[in-house]
């Protein structure tokens, strides 16, 4: 099926059916998934059930109940990542997984690993939180967005010397919605025994993805973006191989050699209802389908940008072209201030983006999702086109 199909006449009674699945967004148009999605209104029932359910016996409920279904979770999420259900840990977010892998992976002083400048923001400050209390060194590798593949893989490879241990690879970079060679550069990471740590917060549940094919050790995301589980919900894949020399990045309340040593559950206390919203959103997910899901994504995204180019200055800092492109996109307005634009399409129009700075980049990040309708991106347009006006008078 075409984007140019999705774009304009691809079941659109499937898709309203759809968004009248998700509670209404509002005041606001949200047009920043990217960051927190809404879960599916079954997912925000199931939830609130299980609340209820906890309250009228806790601890009870909680740990000896609703815990129960965590394994047959764990075998959900693994068929949709394709790994293993032993490898898998459950968490709060991709940070708390990220650095579960970051400062649990067995570093000597002087070992090398290389950070890419694009990263995220707290997980570049975890590895150099390493470096200064440990004397690791950071190595950082620099690209532009919009190089190709190529050229990005090149980069990396320029940075690695025999020291080199590990290696941060961002999945899709959060600020401009560009996915990179991940699988490549996970290969290049095998191919010089370094550990590779993929961030998949972006690219979990938004396209398909393979742990099995993707060959990397770890991979963390967060379940509450595209797969619309309730906001508190990460996910941590370790490789089997790599489980047992792994630090926990708490001490585990019951020590076990296995993926458990990971889990949540060794934070102390925690909210089981959140973790009861996970399997209603797998399904949700899984009656779409991912490759559904990314090419009505990628269509969106398209879509806009289309009718976006109309406006004078426009200007996109995202490949556009390939199958790599999903919901994210960052976009700037020549002459204007994009702190101005966000401001106003929030406050007078209603519409909500996200400004992003970083390095040479300053823009708006728009991500749409799944229940994002077409009218909906129009007007967003139309909002736009009329605040660069203004801007530029």
């Not at 917060?201 to 770890?218: I, N, V």
């Not at 020549?334 to 209603?350: K, M, N, Q, S, V």
Request: proline residues 6%.
């Amino acid at each position: 099926m075409s984007d140019r199909r999705l774009a304009h006449d691809d079941d659109d009674k499937y898709w309203e059916s759809v968004r009248a699945r998700y509670p209404a967004q509002q005041p606001l148009l949200n047009l920043n998934n990217a960051a927190v999605s809404p879960p599916p209104l079954e997912v925000e029932q199931r939830t609130v059930e299980a609340l209820r359910f906890i309250s009228a016996n806790p601890d009870v409920n909680m740990w000896s109940k609703l815990d129960a279904d965590l394994p047959a979770i764990k075998q959900q999420l693994a068929a949709v990542a394709d790994c293993d259900p032993d490898e898998i840990a459950l968490n709060r977010n991709t940070t708390e997984g990220l650095c579960t892998a970051i400062f649990g992976l067995p570093l000597s002083r002087g070992d090398e690993v290389v950070v890419c400048e694009w990263d995220y923001p707290s997980m570049r400050a975890a590895w150099r939180q390493r470096e200064q209390r440990e004397g690791i060194r950071v190595v950082p590798v620099d690209f532009d967005p919009m190089d190709s593949d190529e050229a990005i893989v090149a980069a990396y490879a320029r940075a690695l010397t025999p020291r080199t241990k590990a290696m941060q690879i961002t999945h899709m970079l959060h600020w401009t919605g560009r996915l990179l060679p991940a699988q490549r550069l996970c290969a290049l990471a095998r191919e010089h025994g370094i550990a590779s740590v993929v961030d998949g917060a972006q690219t979990f549940a938004q396209m398909p993805l393979s742990f099995r094919e993707l060959g990397c050790d770890y991979f963390a995301t967060s379940l509450h973006k595209w797969l619309g589980a309730p906001v508190g919900n990460g996910m941590l894949i370790v490789a089997r191989e790599r489980i047992g020399s792994t630090w926990p990045l708490l001490g585990p309340f019951d020590p076990s050699p296995g993926v458990d040593k990971f889990d949540h559950w060794n934070l102390g206390t925690y909210n089981s209802a959140l973790q009861a919203g996970i399997a209603p959103a797998i399904a949700f997910h899984r009656e779409m389908g991912a490759a559904r899901i990314h090419a009505r994504l990628r269509a969106l995204t398209r879509h806009w940008v289309g009718m976006a180019r109309r406006i004078p200055g426009f200007r996109l800092h995202t490949p556009i072209d390939g199958d790599g492109l999903g919901a994210l996109s960052l976009f700037s307005i020549d002459g204007t201030d994009a702190r101005r634009i966000e401001r106003e399409l929030r406050e007078t129009h209603r519409i909500h983006t996200k400004y992003r700075e970083v390095r040479q980049l300053r823009g708006l990040r728009v991500s749409p999702h799944v229940y994002t309708t077409l009218p909906d991106l129009q007007r967003f347009v139309d909002a736009l086109e009329e605040v660069a006006a203004g801007a530029r008078a």
